[in-house]
């Protein structure tokens, strides 16, 4: 008997739509795609994620950073991994125990403007979610795209990411 393996991220929906996308599927694919795409392992690690609606995340993105407006992801690391130097690695975290995995953070995504800028795109909503998934975890693992040399390193491996997951480069 195989001991069964514990979510890598744990989701609260807040918002019913999600359901229809399967939003925890797509988390726990675009997480360990993240994880692995940035040379770690899936497991050891936890992530929680909330699916909520705009009015949820623009509380949230005032709350947090003073922007009382909506937006499709916010993500807020468990700790600082940030590169000290524009174009570097971020400091990689250390994988914690299957009993106690450590935890990267949390990331918010809302549903009616992923699906609006999704339509806008003319992209597919799973394939936008996922992407912005990917945007979200790769934030907790210490990626940003601030000064010019972190974005190009993120934007890459998120480009490489979803390639990896059948999805085009959303940069291009």
């Known amino acids: ?26 988390a726990q694919a675009a997480a360990r795609a993240a994880l692995q795409g940035a ?7 936890e992530i929680s994620l909330l699916g909520c609606d705009d009015k949820r995340i623009a509380e949230l993105n005032a709350d947090f950073r003073g922007k009382p407006q909506p937006t499709n992801v916010l993500s807020w690391p468990s700790d600082e991994r940030g590169a000290e130097r524009d174009g570097g690695p971020p400091h990689r ?11 990267l953070g949390d990331i918010a995504i809302a549903y009616e403007t992923c699906a609006q800028e ?3 795109q003319g992209k597919p909503v799973k394939d936008h979610v996922t992407h912005l998934l990917v945007h979200g975890t790769l934030h907790l693992l210490g990626y940003d795209h601030v000064r010019d040399g972190d974005a190009a390193l993120m934007e ?5 990411i979803l390639q990896g997951m059948g999805i085009a480069n959303p940069y291009e």
């Open 156 to 160: 890459g491996l998120e480009a490489k």
């Open 118 to 120: 999704a339509a806008a």
């Open 93 to 103: 975290p250390r994988r914690g125990p299957d009993e106690m995995p450590e935890e």
């Open 39 to 45: 040379g770690l392992p899936a497991e050891g690690f």
């Open 1 to 26: 008997m195989t001991a069964t393996m514990e979510p890598l991220v744990d989701t609260l929906i807040e918002d019913p739509r999600w359901e229809a996308l399967d939003l925890d599927e797509l």
